[in-house]
């Protein structure tokens, strides 16, 4: 069995917007920001990626479809206007009940064929720490690790100790 990629109707957009940005601020603040500088990103992001409301040219959004229902989505495309050609995985999702199957690793491999089919010449992604199954999924693939943020909690100093 396979997936495929379908565009995401416009009457599914305006909702799958707005629960992306909320998903988004959420994965954020357990990256570890703090709710605002979360908030603050993802409507800079937002702006940018949306203006006036609508997709900016050359993103692709579309529904992973599989026995003719939607099992996730893909959004990709170019990351900045000065680099045309070199796309990104905005964002890609399968459902809970439908992971561990194989469709996430079919769906990067039709990101990496729609990417090329609108000249990209390179697909990159950022993936959270926590998310190690992506990781391993993504590096099985061939990706590369071009940065690395790291953090780590500590515990302030009691003041009447200073």
């Known amino acids: ?9 416009a009457t599914r957009l305006a909702l799958w917007v707005e629960r992306t940005f909320e998903e988004y601020i959420e994965d954020r603040v357990r ?5 605002d500088e979360a908030h603050a990103n ?7 990626i949306f203006p006036a409301g609508q997709l900016a040219p050359g993103h ?30 905005w964002d890609v999702e399968i459902e ?3 992971r561990g199957k194989g469709w996430g690793r079919q769906v990067m491999v039709l990101a990496e064929s729609v990417a090329a089919e609108h000249g990209a010449t ?3 992604l950022n993936v959270f720490g ?11 693939l061939g990706y590369e690790t071009t ?7 500590i515990t302030p100093a009691d003041e009447s100790t200073a």
Not at 31 to 35: F, Q
Not at 42 to 48: P, Q, S, T, V
């Open 1 to 9: 069995m396979t997936v495929h990629l379908e565009p995401m109707p």
């Open 31 to 35: 990256a570890g920001e703090s709710l």
């Open 42 to 48: 993802a409507e800079r992001n937002h702006e940018n």
């Open 60 to 89: 692709v959004v579309c529904d992973v479809v599989r026995d003719d229902l939607p099992i996730g989505f893909l959004w990709i495309g170019p990351r900045s206007d000065e680099n045309p050609t070199a796309w990104w995985v």
């Open 96 to 98: 809970l009940e439908h």
């Open 122 to 124: 390179s697909l990159g």
């Open 130 to 140: 926590f998310n190690t199954a992506a990781r391993h999924l993504y590096e099985s």
């Open 147 to 153: 940065a690395i943020q790291m953090s780590k909690p």
